[in-house]
């Protein structure tokens, strides 16, 4: 599985450098993605801003995780109105940004109990790949778990939640329910995540 890999001091800004003041300003919302090449080694650092709307797109870690229960069921969430890429759409489980210092780990389980409370899982990890659309550029770790717990949608972030069958799933498919990257990424794991059954 991919790490990524810090430099031992802190690795360079990318994009106009953010003063103490505007962090301060942003309080929670502030945030500094690690910039990274595709073999997890990161070479800088970027605000969310600059890494969604500089057109420079440069590559940035995500984590997605796929929760299945015993009964071959895939939890899915249902993204806020709220959202800047594709709100009300069903997508992962869990999906989110590594914050810079964080491995691709304690993104997994941060983003898990922000975005719907869960925890205490044994995630799998599944694939890494490259996903790019017209804003940005993502170097995404998925992983998987099992349970039948029923995960609490954070109401800010994901709005709704619920357990989809895989034949829901592939009737749904490109009717514009899910978010672009779920229905490639589904499709490439699709396998894997019924053979941890």
């Given amino acids: 599985m991919l790490q990524l890999v810090y430099p031992s001091d802190t690795a360079p800004m990318m994009g106009e450098p953010v003063s103490a003041a505007r962090r301060r ?8 993605f690690p910039i990274v090449d595709t073999s997890g080694l990161v070479i800088g650092r970027a605000t969310r801003e600059f ?20 009964f071959s069921r895939v939890y899915l969430q249902r993204r806020s109105d709220t959202k800047d890429y594709c709100p009300g759409c069903w997508d992962s489980a869990v999906g989110g940004h590594v914050t810079y210092g964080e491995s691709l780990e304690e993104a997994l389980v941060r983003e898990s ?3 719907i409370g869960f925890k205490d899982f044994n995630p799998r990890h599944l694939l ?17 778990t099992i349970s039948s717990k029923d995960p609490v949608p954070d109401n800010d972030e994901v709005q709704d ?3 989809w069958t895989d034949e829901e799933i592939m009737k749904a498919m490109g009717t514009g329910v899910f978010t672009p990257d779920f229905e490639e990424e589904y499709v490439e794991i ?8």
């Fill in 25 to 32: 300003a942003a309080g929670k919302k502030y945030e500094e």
């Fill in 51 to 70: 890494c969604h709307t500089s057109g420079l797109k440069p590559l940035h870690p995500v984590v997605h995780m796929h929760i299945i229960d015993r």
């Fill in 113 to 115: 109990s922000e975005e």
């Fill in 128 to 144: 890494t790949y490259i996903f790019e659309n017209d804003a940005q550029r993502e170097l995404v770790t998925v992983f998987a």
């Fill in 161 to 163: 939640g619920r357990f």
């Fill in 190 to 197: 699709r396998k894997s995540l019924f053979a941890l059954l």
